[in-house]
């Protein structure tokens, strides 16, 4: 198998597991460390948390933010690799 | 030439609707993502973290200083290693157990570099999601940092280590490490949650279950997602034939910091 043939493989199969349970289980997706949290208050109800966050954004905003880290991870990933694309194609002319 | 510019360019478009794919099936929704949440783990558990953390980040910045003084071509290397953890770290997926966990993507630093840079690395990432997005926390970054940054990666190394040795292929084992490294990651942070928390019945054990069925668990599918992307963006970087990449297959192949 090419190499390309195997990425499709491999995105095919990270697409899908990502997509097949939202359309198999019917659920919220809630945040997995939400469950975390009522776990704890079912195991030590007096448990009370003593920080908090230093700021509680929106949830909207949070969406947005989480964005701006995918973006800029994405946009220094995209850098590096155009960077070297450049460089081997600068050597294979030479 | 042409035919190889062909495939490199495939590999390339296929990369970016993967990534768009991703972010398009994962629009965020209910918040709530990120390891142990602040002010949750008791104080005594919290500091006990944090002192547990500590020598591993300061081996840490030593090894990132010997790699950049050693080769500093590496130096986009490690920046490309701590983008692919920010990005899959904004990776909110949904998994089977019908909540939502993202990946670490610590499993490609850690390949390459091995597991101490990743201390520093993946600490970051987590210290801009704790002051900016209010996810985990300041006072759980140690117990966080611990179980992302230092035990995920340490577990990572191990089982690459093990499969390059047993004579595997490299794909397979960079596969196995990120999987590895990812799942390791919120396993521990089931027993720090087991630990700081233990049953009235069954203690420890039977709170480690619990967490397990929460964090580990929601991670199997996602672990081999990591796994597969890591995968994908080596086989990706491969394609160009880079003196930094020449460099650090050398160092991948001696011994390591």
Do not use: C
């Not at chain 1, 097949?20 to 030590?44: K, R, S, V, Y």
């Not at chain 2, 495939?10 to 972010?23: N, P």
């Not at chain 2, 520093?120 to 997005?133: D, E, K, R, T």
């Amino acid at each position: 198998m090419s190499r390309s043939a195997k990425n499709i493989w491999i995105l095919a199969i990270v697409v899908l597991l990502a997509v097949a349970p939202l359309i198999f289980i019917n659920a919220e997706f809630g945040g997995a460390d939400g469950a975390a949290e009522e776990m704890i208050q079912t195991i030590a109800p007096h448990y009370e948390p003593w920080a908090s966050p230093l700021a509680e954004v929106p949830g909207e905003t949070e969406s947005m933010l989480f964005a701006l880290q995918a973006a800029i991870g994405a946009g220094i990933i995209g850098y590096v690799i155009g960077l070297f694309k450049g460089k081997s194609e600068k050597t294979k002319q030479q | 030439m042409v035919k190889l510019k062909r495939k490199t360019a495939a590999s390339t478009a296929l990369l970016v609707i993967g990534f768009t794919l991703f972010l398009l099936v994962n629009e965020p929704q209910a918040v709530y993502a990120m390891h142990i949440m602040e002010g949750f783990l008791p104080v005594g558990w919290a500091i006990f973290w944090w002192v547990a953390f500590i020598p591993f980040f300061i081996l840490g910045v030593r090894a990132i200083r010997k790699i950049t003084k050693e080769a500093p071509e590496l130096k986009l290397m490690l920046g490309l290693a701590a983008a692919f953890t920010f990005v899959l770290s904004a990776l909110k997926i949904p998994s089977v157990t019908g909540s939502s966990s993202h990946p670490t993507g610590t499993g490609l630093g850690t390949v390459m570099f091995g597991p101490l840079p990743m201390s520093v690395l993946g600490s970051m990432v987590l210290l801009f999601q704790a002051v900016l997005l209010a996810h985990g926390g300041l006072t759980t970054l140690g117990a966080n940092a611990f179980s992302m940054a230092v035990a995920g990666p340490a577990a990572g190394y191990a089982v690459y280590r093990l499969l390059m040795r047993s004579g595997s292929k490299q794909g397979l084992a960079i596969f196995s490490a990120a999987a590895v490294a990812d799942l390791a990651t919120y396993i521990v942070t089931s027993i720090q949650l087991a630990v700081a928390f233990p049953a009235v019945e069954g203690g420890i054990i039977a709170s480690f279950m619990k967490f397990g069925g929460i964090f580990a668990i929601t991670q199997i599918p996602l672990a081999v997602s990591e796994g597969l992307l890591t995968v994908l963006i080596w086989n990706w970087l491969q394609s160009f034939n880079t003196d930094e990449l020449s460099i650090l297959k050398r160092r991948m192949k001696g011994e390591r910091v």
